[in-house]
T-cell receptor
Framework: DTEVTQTPKHLVMGMTNKKSLKCEQHMGHRAMYWYKQKAKKPPELMFVYSYEKLSINESVPSRFSPECPNSSLLNLHLHALQPEDSALYLC????????????FGPGTRLTVL | AQSVTQPDIHITVSEGASLELRCNYSYGATPYLFWYVQSPGQGLQLLLKYFSGDTLVQGIKGFEAEFKRSQSSFNLRKPSVHWSDAAEYFCALYSSASKIIFGSGTRLSIRP
């Protein structure tokens, strides 16, 4: 199984809502990542978890809150988002981090109204 | 400074024609380089990677890339493109501490 799954595929939320994005992998990978991608731009790294510990936070606003409950699951909790947060949110995983190949999920298309 | 440059924003080629997408990098040591492809609204799929060894790297879907240290390049090639190759292509460089630097991408269109 070389797949990273993400749910939901699409999400529309208001600025006062609380929602969560979910990412799952069953490849035994111990590093997981959240990226944000705006239209016609490359992905931008948001967070990295290594062995279920947050290792990198790229100065992401606190309205984005990551969580790694176990080695297979990664969540991104969203609260009080702004319209400019509308984007494709991509999850990725790699074996142990570092230069290991990152495998990406299909993404969640988020629209903030 | 570490960086990846993809000079071509958009390329159109005819179906069946050959393809070369350019990628230049700036990195002080031996780079770890990747090419990813992204279809509209989808995630990124790894086409191939270069870590060391043979400078001509074979990937999936008939793609190959050649690492040229003297030119700081890692260009992606395919001898004959198919309509299904239309997508966005990203060259990427491993930076440090699990971070990848992506190029700005090249959008490939296929002319029937």
């Amino acid at each position: 199984d070389t797949e990273v799954t993400q749910t939901p595929k699409h999400l529309v939320m208001g600025m006062t809502n609380k929602k969560s994005l979910k990412c799952e992998q069953h490849m035994g990978h111990r590093a997981m990542y959240w990226y944000k991608q705006k239209a016609k731009k490359p992905p931008e790294l948001m967070f990295v978890y290594s062995y279920e510990k947050l290792s990198i936070n790229e100065s992401v606003p606190s309205r984005f809150s990551p969580e790694c409950p176990n080695s297979s699951l990664l969540n991104l909790h969203l609260h009080a988002l702004q319209p400019e947060d509308s984007a494709l949110y991509l999850c990725a995983s790699s074996l142990t981090g570092g230069a290991d190949t990152q495998y990406f999920g299909p993404g969640t298309r988020l629209t903030v109204l | 400074a570490q960086s990846v440059t993809q000079p071509d924003i958009h390329i159109t080629v005819s179906e069946g024609a050959s393809l070369e997408l350019r990628c230049n990098y700036s990195y002080g040591a031996t780079p770890y380089l990747f090419w990813y492809v992204q279809s509209p609204g989808q995630g990124l799929q790894l086409l191939l990677k270069y870590f060391s060894g043979d400078t001509l790297v074979q990937g999936i879907k008939g793609f190959e890339a050649e690492f040229k240290r003297s030119q700081s390049s890692f260009n992606l090639r395919k001898p004959s493109v198919h309509w299904s190759d239309a997508a966005e292509y990203f060259c990427a460089l491993y930076s440090s501490a699990s971070k990848i630097i992506f190029g700005s991408g090249t959008r490939l269109s296929i002319r029937p």
